[in-house]
């Protein structure tokens, strides 16, 4: 029977009964509102977790964000003082009217808050506090945490000095967040830095890098994007599994991206040669290793983001330092990052 039909009195009846048989289901707060949001039935639990008596919620607006077919999260004060959070979940009962259910999730939230600081403190203990001094370069980096609670663990980078004069340089992402990520991805770098002391090939270095994930994780995966830089010839060799493009800022003004030497990300499990490739940096140069989460925005494409990071590299400083502030502030300041951001630069000297 729909509410235009209903004869008088009917509604409260069916509310009461509909919230009467989730109640005894699953004891927590239910309402229903109509096409409008104001609050038709409110049962108990409903107004302890609002803190208003029930009584005065029904006829009044309901003032919260409602998800169709979904949940929100939302934070609610309590009396004392303190801040609890709410999952609410829609769901359409037809004729306009929605029943909205309530579960407290505060001590959800806070387990997440702790594993966020947790992981994060994990992961800026696995960067460099500073970064190596190798003749013929200047290097600096910066890392950002994801706004997002549940969106950090798999964003790292490294600097290697491999002998000879001749650099290493690293960047990748684990699939996923959360800690897991973050042991991951301490395990990968950690084992880069084993291979490129062992293999001149950036390509060879990633392979096995490849055959190691599949080992430790077989259903994990992860970019990457491994250079090895030689003052001696100005020489930059590199292979990228999956990662976004590096970029590169020539003195003549071209700011280019180096899309060859590329393959699947790691972890695939599929058979794949893995190419390598290599390019002439001039005195001057500056080139820059990021991750997805500096380019990548809702409702922006990506092409978008690889432009406005171009575009940041043609107007910004020569200097590593200022690079780093001025692609930052350029595509970072009025929009942080959901995902985390690991940003790596380095000017040849």
């Known amino acids: 029977m729909s509410p235009e039909l209903a004869p008088p009195g009917a509604d409260e009846d069916l509310a009461e009964g509909l919230a009467g048989r989730i109640v005894e289901r699953q004891p927590v707060g239910a309402l229903i509102v109509d096409k409008r949001t104001t609050v038709r039935f409110a049962n108990p ?17 309901f003032g919260l964000p409602l998800a169709s077919d979904g949940a929100t999260d939302v934070n609610v004060p309590a009396e004392d003082g303190s801040v609890r959070t709410l999952a609410l979940r829609v769901t359409p009962l037809g004729a306009g009217d929605q029943l909205v259910t309530l579960f407290d999730v505060s001590g959800r939230t806070r387990l997440y808050e702790h594993e966020h600081r947790l992981v994060e403190s994990l992961q800026r203990s696995l960067l460099l506090d500073r970064m190596p001094e190798i003749p013929g370069v200047a290097l600096a980096a910066r ?52 291979y490129a002391l062992e293999h001149p090939s950036p390509a060879l270095v ?124 350029d595509l970072l300041a009025t929009d942080p990052p959901m995902d985390d951001v690991a940003l790596l630069v380095m000017r040849t000297l």
Do not use: K
């Open 143 to 194: 890392y950002v945490a994801g706004d997002s609670i549940a969106r950090v663990g798999g964003d790292w980078y490294d600097a290697i000095p491999l002998g000879r004069g001749r650099l290493g340089l690293a960047i990748g992402d684990v699939a996923g967040h959360g800690i897991d990520s973050a042991a991951l991805m301490s395990e990968l770098r950690n084992a880069l830095r084993a």
């Open 45 to 61: 639990a409903a107004g302890e977790l609002l803190g208003v008596p029930p009584e005065q919620l029904v006829g009044q607006a």
């Open 206 to 329: 990633v392979q096995r890098l490849d055959e190691l994930l599949l080992r430790l994780e077989p259903a994990g995966m992860a970019t990457l994007a491994y250079l090895v830089y030689d003052p001696a010839s100005s020489t930059l060799t590199f292979a990228a599994a999956g990662h976004p493009y590096p970029l590169l800022s020539c003195p003549d003004g071209s700011v280019t991206y180096l899309d060859r030497g590329r393959s699947l990300p790691l972890g695939t499990g599929l058979p794949e040669q893995r190419p390598q490739s290599s390019v002439h940096l001039p005195p001057g140069s500056l080139l820059v290793l990021y991750t997805d989460g500096l380019i990548e925005r809702r409702g922006r494409s990506l092409d978008s983001g690889f432009a406005e990071l171009a575009e940041s590299l043609r107007s910004g400083g020569v200097e590593p330092e200022a690079a780093c502030e001025r692609i930052l502030a």
